[in-house]
T-cell receptor
């Protein structure tokens, strides 16, 4: 059981480049989330999805886009990368219902130079 | 939206002593409160959770208490061990759809042998 899988684990981008962070889960979870983690700042919600075809903005969506074409996959797109997007990105998923925990992927460390 | 505050940001204890981490939340509609442990370079992992209809929950050396009236919840670790050293995050599940997780800023716990 793989759980939540993110790729890549590390990436260096130049300012203005774009990339897609991949996330897939094999637990048939309805809910999926993207967070960014900056030192001393906890985890901030970028985007989330409650099911295929449905996405919504979180606390810090600017500069990012998402799509959810299947239950399993929830890619995060960065357009025109900026140094402020240097961070560790975590994808997470959760079961249907409000009383279940989020399971996290192993994270993607992104540096924009 | 929900706002979760966590204190202290750093905590050092002697091995065998107890550690307490406190969180407050703002949205009275939040109904699920997980605690995550994150070791250096790893993903956050659930250690204990509590639902809004429960005041206290215990699992071996860790316990969580919830005061819904005051909107605060706490993590208690007894008989601390060096392997308890990590960053701990509290979270509240709520938001406009009840599906979003909001995280505190984390507590870096160091257990001194």
């Amino acid at each position: 059981n793989a759980g939540v899988t993110q790729t890549p684990k590390f990436r260096i981008l130049k300012i203005g480049q774009s990339m897609t962070l991949q996330c897939t889960q094999d637990m048939n979870h309805n809910y999926m989330y993207w967070y960014r983690q900056d030192p001393g700042m906890g985890l901030k919600l970028i985007y989330y999805s409650v099911g295929a075809g449905i996405t919504d903005k979180g606390e810090v969506p600017n500069g990012y886009n998402v799509s959810r074409s299947t239950t399993e996959d929830f890619p995060l797109r960065l357009e025109l990368a900026a140094p402020s997007q240097t961070s560790v990105y975590f994808c997470a998923s959760s079961r249907l219902g409000t009383n279940f925990e989020a399971f996290f992927g192993q994270g993607t460390r992104l540096t924009v130079v | 939206g929900e706002n979760v505050e966590q204190h202290p940001s750093t905590l050092s204890v002697q091995e065998g002593d107890s550690a307490v981490i406190k969180c407050t939340y703002s949205d009275s509609a939040s109904n699920y409160f997980p605690w995550y442990k994150q070791e250096l370079g790893k993903r956050p992992q659930l250690i204990i959770d509590i639902r809004s209809n429960v005041g206290e929950k215990k699992d071996q050396r860790i316990a969580v208490t919830l005061n819904k009236t005051a909107k605060h919840f706490s993590l208690h670790i007894t008989e601390t061990q060096p392997e308890d050293s990590a960053v701990y995050f509290c979270a509240a599940r709520g938001g406009n759809t009840g599906n979003q997780f909001y995280f505190g800023t984390g507590t870096s716990l160091t257990v001194i042998p």
